[in-house]
């Protein structure tokens, strides 16, 4: 696959931030997140050639009027505690792709596919090394297909934050009329705190951290699977009607502790760690358009003696989301709400301190209408997280709708010998798909 650059430029909001939002303070759970940029890639089918040069021009038009309420994401990141809105713009390219979508998604390929993302080395030497909140490449197939790829800061973007900006950029595209309003509370619910030492969750995530070969690969779990696996994670004991998503993260939690067992010749205590999405939660003020890093974490947790049968973990998981509600939330917000975060996160490095134990992480973009941004030419084929796992990396499982039916993607990191046994020694091929193409 050959990439030619057609153009690179700063798209800017279309009215300049007024003077008295132009420093964007960040919450507090924006300052215990990372500055990384997270990678999403969107596959479009092709459109008619004769009409591209018009949505391609269609498209920067209506990002930058999108950006005038989202006027952060033209910003750009200063010292880990604001975003300074200086309108400076998205980094915005546009790139033809030598060959047709159906070459890429016929058989996915993480390295081909990181390609379709914006952000290389010529971009870091054009912009004086200031990395903007957002990035975003437009890749034109050969064929008419198109793929957007997108970076958003992690400091202040989390995936419904992502979701909720696309679609409102996408609605402007398709000139629907309908408007998403972001809603920019998070600062004042969750104020930030200077004495937070930069990095804090470095004091956490060591043992998280894994040093080898990580690779990562998709499991694709259909409406059928899924069905057959609620079925057998229901109980009358712990949750009568589980959803696809318990079910699914349940199974595969146990398969991963299945491995760890054929790995070291016994059972260790196993920790799963759920991202959770504070927004719309019962007797809170977060509507689902707030903007900035509404996350937290629950941790359920299976002693090495726990029964570890679905139903079971399934009333783990059930038991460890319940924890996160209202009362839960109130208490982290206001002045006072800092000291239950310190308090939680001395907790997470207790539970984070066995090495004889082994850690994995949830994250879902299930139920946030992730393939609802349609530009004006239908919605996505497929979505896709892009990247290359490396040396360093941790054990991930991220969830993601498919594009049609009920099914379920898994996209799963792990050291590639763990990988390894758990594709041989226990059920998870049995009830999904290893890497399938999106198109099948």
């Known amino acids: 696959m050959e990439i030619e650059m057609i153009s690179r430029e700063n798209i800017k909001p279309s009215s300049p931030t007024p003077p008295h939002l132009q420093t964007y303070k960040l919450s507090v759970l924006d300052q215990l997140m990372p500055s990384a940029h997270v990678p999403i890639i969107f596959f479009y089918r092709p459109v008619e050639q004769h009409d591209m040069s018009a949505k391609l021009q269609n498209l920067k038009q209506s990002l930058s009027e999108a950006l005038t309420s989202f006027y952060p994401f033209a910003g750009e990141v200063k010292d880990d505690l604001y975003i300074n809105c200086n309108d400076n713009g998205v980094f915005y390219t546009e790139a033809k792709i030598s060959c047709c979508l159906l070459d890429i998604l016929g058989k996915p390929d993480s390295k081909t596919m990181f390609n379709l993302l914006p952000g290389n080395s010529s971009f870091m030497e054009w912009s004086g090394n200031r990395i903007p909140v957002a990035m975003i490449q437009v890749n034109i197939f050969k064929c008419g297909g198109v793929a957007i790829g997108t970076k958003t800061s992690h400091k202040i973007i989390d995936g419904p934050t992502s979701t909720a900006f696309l679609k409102a950029w996408a609605a402007i595209a398709r000139q629907s009329g309908e408007r998403v309003q972001p809603c920019f509370i998070a600062p004042t619910l969750f104020p930030q705190n200077h004495t937070l030492p930069k990095d804090t969750l470095l004091a ?237």
């Open 204 to 440: 956490i995530w060591p043992s998280l951290i894994k040093f080898g070969k990580g690779v990562t690969k998709r499991f694709l779990f259909d409406s059928s699977s899924l069905a057959i696996l609620k079925t057998r994670a229901a109980s009358s004991f712990f949750v009568h009607r589980p959803t696809r998503v318990e079910a699914v993260s349940a199974f595969v939690w146990q398969c991963f502790m299945l491995a760890s067992e054929a790995k070291h010749g016994r059972q260790r205590p196993s920790f799963l760690s759920l991202i959770m999405n504070l927004r719309g939660k019962h007797c809170t003020k977060l509507p689902n358009n707030s903007i900035g890093n509404l996350l937290w974490m629950t941790i359920a947790q299976c002693n090495a003696e726990t029964n570890r049968e679905l139903n079971y973990l399934v009333g783990l998981l059930r038991k460890s989301v319940l924890k996160i509600d209202g009362d839960f939330i109130k208490n982290l917000s206001g002045e006072e709400g800092f000291s239950k975060i310190c308090e939680c996160l001395q907790e997470f490095g207790e539970i984070y301190s066995n090495e004889e134990a082994d850690y994995l992480t949830f994250s879902s973009l299930c139920n946030v209408g992730i393939y609802e941004t349609d530009f004006g030419w239908g919605k996505p084929i497929w979505v896709s997280p892009g990247g290359i796992t490396g040396p360093v990396f941790q054990n991930l499982v991220f969830l993601n709708e498919t594009s049609v039916g009920d099914g379920i993607e898994v996209w799963l990191t792990l050291d590639e010998q763990d990988m390894n046994i758990l594709e041989s020694d226990t059920e998870i091929l049995s009830f999904s798909n290893l890497d399938p193409s999106p198109l099948s």
